[in-house]
């Protein structure tokens, strides 16, 4: 899959928004991208990752954090024929759960949906350095990172999207409603009426 088919695919599925967004980092955003529109096409996922996996020689485990990147990581893990496994949120913090284990000396790749403080993906990469593992980097299906994440990060798509603290949002200063994307944000949306303030 060439740059631009993938820049179609998102486009063609409606997987890339424009509006004024909350993201799950809590900033806002004039720019989404609802990568489940993309992640519930089997044929689809199944291509993103075989571009991702062709890019990393010999991975052994392909690690991602729940839930949004257990599809592409999977697949990822299937084209490359590693391991999979998943990390979870426990107590605020992500952790392999379930008897997963990273194996000390295992080549790792972390896989993310989209990238944009890397919180997460930086947590898996510390999950692989303290197994011993190699870590041989980020891959995401999407960047939209405004500065350098701390890790070596290569994906399928960079999207220039800018995000903005609420207190300086200009989109709440002009008085648009802001919606909360996401499945994370389902209870949230049906129990109040969007608010310009955010």
Known sequence: MSLTEARRLLDDTGAMLSGHFLLSSGRHSDVYVEKGRVLERPDAVAALASRI?????????????????I??????ALDAGA???FAERESGRLSLRRGFRIEPGERALVV????????????VCSLVTEAGAVGL????????????????LRSV????AVSWDGAECPQCRAGVPIV?????????AAKRSPSPRG
């Open 53 to 69: 996996a062709s890019w990393y020689p010999d991975i052994d485990v392909v690690v991602s954090p729940a839930v949004g990147a």
């Open 71 to 76: 599809v592409l990581g999977f697949a990822v």
């Open 83 to 85: 391991r999979f496994v």
């Open 112 to 123: 993310e949906d989209v990238v944009t403080t890397g919180d997460s993906a930086r947590e």
């Open 137 to 152: 980097g980020v891959a995401a299906l999407v960047d939209r990172s405004q500065a350098d994440p701390g890790f070596p």
């Open 157 to 160: 798509l960079r999207i220039e």
């Open 180 to 188: 909360p994307p996401g499945s994370r944000y389902l209870d949230i």
